[in-house]
């Protein structure tokens, strides 16, 4: 299994960016999928999940309202859309599959595989 994050770049805060994972290798749809963000010298830290058809999401608090995850079983992607982004969410943001899921995950532990993730930079 195959993740490839993208869209990560520089941006001001307020501003928004929408973040793709691209999952290539086995059957995606009935898979939960998750984001986490890290920055230096912190731990990786959850963002926000969805179950396998979307019916189901699950946020950090910190990106409530901010943050919408979405996903496109037809594509195998799962997006991240980031509106009103802050400079507190610098950091390098992974994508994750939960090939197990009974309900989202929130910890790097209830994940099988992940990306190499893409730098996201926000500043004042």
């Known amino acids: 299994v195959q993740l490839v994050e993208s869209g990560g770049r520089l941006v001001q805060a307020g501003g928004s960016l929408r973040l793709s994972c691209e999952v290539s290798?086995?059957?995606?749809?009935?898979?939960?999928m998750g984001w986490f963000r890290q920055s230096p010298r912190q731990e990786r830290r959850f963002v926000a999940a969805?179950?396998?058809?979307?019916?189901?999401?699950e946020y950090a608090d910190s990106v409530k309202g901010r943050f919408t995850i979405s996903r496109d079983n037809a594509k195998n992607a799962v997006f991240l859309q980031m509106d009103s982004l802050k400079p507190e969410d610098s950091a390098v943001y992974y994508c994750?599959?939960?090939?197990?899921?009974?309900?989202?995950?929130?910890?790097?532990?209830?994940?099988?595989?992940w990306g190499q993730g893409t730098q996201v930079t926000v500043s004042l």
């Open positions: 290798g086995h059957t995606f749809s009935t898979w939960a």
């Open positions: 994750a599959v939960d090939t197990h899921w009974v309900q989202l995950g929130t910890t790097p532990r209830d994940y099988d595989y």
């Open positions: 969805i179950s396998w058809y979307g019916s189901s999401t």
